[in-house]
């Protein structure tokens, strides 16, 4: 990637969606897209205000924008846009307490993940690019059991009751995010998959017209109808709002998948050399049932999307 301009500001992008929703794992693959040395990512659970067992007594969960230090969130991106330090509180999930803070230099690009980034005005107008997270309640609460259990300690049963508890407070506080973000992102099943197969996940992108998106009506092409049998392309509403919505099955054949990457990636010839999964170990990285890895086409789509969003903010063209 050509170096950066000592004239230029780090780019940053927002991705947001209530626990479990997928936004670690969006993360990765862009940063490994953009190379993990160009990239900084913070993850806002970091500015919780209270640690697990205040919460518990105070019987507050972390969505609410009271339990979580929004006033810091919004001075810490307005420092990181322009360049400077901050030093970040840590939150660890571990231990359900915190640790000490680091002290953090943003990159030529910052990734900030989190439950509440955008529910402020300043938050979100510091963010170059915003994507949200929305996968169907069902399969996110699958995907919460799972990690929660996993790497968090927890039993099915106490995440089903956090689940639950949580509800008014993702109704109120997170859903409503989903109106500000650029590219809407829901992973979901194939009405034929009925089984645990989350490599076979479709994924529907809703792209406002709030930032330029790459022109995909070439999909539309009669010589290209050999793509709709896993590709669409629509004209929809959006809360309301005008939106162009792209969906692609997990069941595309890899070809399939190389013309519509070659699509995106025609106009940002950096990313050239990551349009095809072949060429490309690492994008499009989800861990299985079982903690094995998974390579899923909808997902490196979505990676690829929002990295050309990236490199278009930072002036990357070669
Ligand atoms: N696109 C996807 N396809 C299949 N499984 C996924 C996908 N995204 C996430 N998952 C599953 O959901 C789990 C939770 O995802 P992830 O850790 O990325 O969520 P998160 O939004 O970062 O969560 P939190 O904010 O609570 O830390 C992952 O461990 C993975 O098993
Ligand atoms: O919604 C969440 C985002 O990851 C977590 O539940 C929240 O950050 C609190 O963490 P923990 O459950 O580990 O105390």
């Known amino acids: 990637m050509p170096s950066r301009n000592s004239s230029s500001r780090p780019i940053l992008l927002g991705i947001v969606g209530d626990s479990a929703a997928g936004k670690t794992t969006l993360t990765k693959g862009i940063a490994q897209v953009l190379g993990e040395e160009n990239v900084t990512v913070i993850c806002t659970d970091d500015y919780h205000r209270y640690d697990r067992k205040q919460r518990a007594e105070m019987g507050i969960s972390a969505l609410h924008p009271d339990c979580n230090y929004l006033d810091i969130i919004q001075q810490h991106l307005g420092l990181l846009r322009t360049g400077q330090p901050i030093l970040k509180p840590i939150y660890n999930h571990s231990t359900g307490m915190f640790d000490p803070p680091e002290y953090i230099e943003p990159r030529r690009f910052v990734i900030v993940e989190g439950l509440l980034g955008y ?157 095809s999964l072949e060429g490309n170990t690492e994008i499009g990285k989800l861990v299985g049932t079982t903690g094995e890895t998974l390579q899923s086409y909808p997902l490196a789509l979505t990676q690829l999307l929002i990295t050309y969003h990236m490199l278009k903010a930072a002036k990357v063209y070669e």
């Open 119 to 275: 529910s402020t005005r300043v938050a979100r107008d510091s963010f170059d690019v915003k994507a949200y997270l929305a996968p169907p309640e069902e399969l996110r609460g699958q995907w919460k059991i799972k990690r929660d259990m996993r790497k968090r300690g927890y039993t099915e049963e106490q995440v089903w009751e956090q689940l639950r508890q949580r509800e008014p407070d993702s109704e109120q506080f997170i859903r409503p995010q989903r109106q500000w973000s650029d590219i809407v992102v829901t992973f979901y099943p194939a009405e034929d998959n009925k089984g645990d197969t989350d490599l076979l996940l479709n994924v529907r992108l809703v792209l406002r017209p709030t930032i330029p998106h790459p022109d995909f009506t070439a999909i539309l092409a009669p010589e290209r109808s050999h793509l709709s049998s896993a590709i669409r392309l629509e004209l929809d509403r959006d809360m309301g709002k005008p939106v162009d919505v792209l969906e692609l099955d997990g069941h595309a054949t890899g070809e399939q998948v190389r013309e519509l990457e070659k699509i995106l990636c025609q106009d940002a010839p950096y990313l050239g050399q990551f349009c």
